[in-house]
């Protein structure tokens, strides 16, 4: 409602301030003119902050269907993809939608991000997370370049120690058969992934 509000204001604005424009000069002293260019000025500066406004409030709308769709973990919204991709289609799939994959920050966002893709994708599969190492190895970055601070890397006794992949495994995956834990796959592989949208 607040939305067609804002368009309504907007259309009136810019029918005033064509219809002045098309109205045909006059001879009146410099005085008014000065008066009538700082008038249409104002009106002007209006139209363009109404116009940003609309900008935000579509942005914010976006980003509502996206949390409506997905889950809010702090201040971020995921929002699950279970088509299968590799790790570099699900990454541009993410950032055409103004996204990045999803990069967990503490052990609460991991494990509720863990609990949404067992609900949503399903509970054994595995998700692209937004870390790798390809520029070098053993350097895990996220989507971004920045190195990770939260890790939560399968140590387990049972299974080798991850990452563990060496150059033929730069991406990582949550696992949700395996509690939330991380592992190192080959980017070329098929997976869902977990589209992560920073709440502003």
Request: hydrophobic share 35%.
């Amino acid at each position: 409602m607040e939305l067609k509000a804002v368009c309504v204001l907007l259309g009136v604005l810019l029918l005033v301030s064509w219809s002045r424009q098309q109205t045909p000069a006059k001879k009146k002293p410099a005085k008014k003119d000065t008066a009538k260019d700082a008038a249409i000025e104002g009106l002007q500066k209006q139209v363009n902050d109404i116009v940003h406004e609309l900008n935000i409030l579509k942005e914010q709308q976006a980003l509502q269907t996206v949390c409506l769709k997905g889950i809010k973990i702090h201040n971020k919204c995921f929002l699950a993809d279970t088509v299968r991709k590799r790790y570099h289609a699900a990454s541009e799939d993410c950032h055409a939608m103004g996204g990045v994959l999803g990069t967990p920050t503490s052990s609460e966002e991991n494990d509720q991000l863990r609990d949404y893709v067992r609900q949503s994708i399903g509970p054994d599969e595995q998700v692209w997370l937004g870390v790798n190492d390809m520029a070098t190895e053993g350097a895990w970055v996220d989507q971004n370049g920045f190195s990770i601070t939260f890790k939560n890397w399968d140590t387990s006794n049972n299974r080798s120690p991850q990452p563990d992949g060496g150059k033929a495994h730069n991406c990582g995956v949550l696992s949700g058969a395996s509690r939330g834990k991380w592992f190192d796959e080959n980017c070329r592989e098929e997976k869902p992934s977990v589209c992560q949208f920073n709440i502003v």
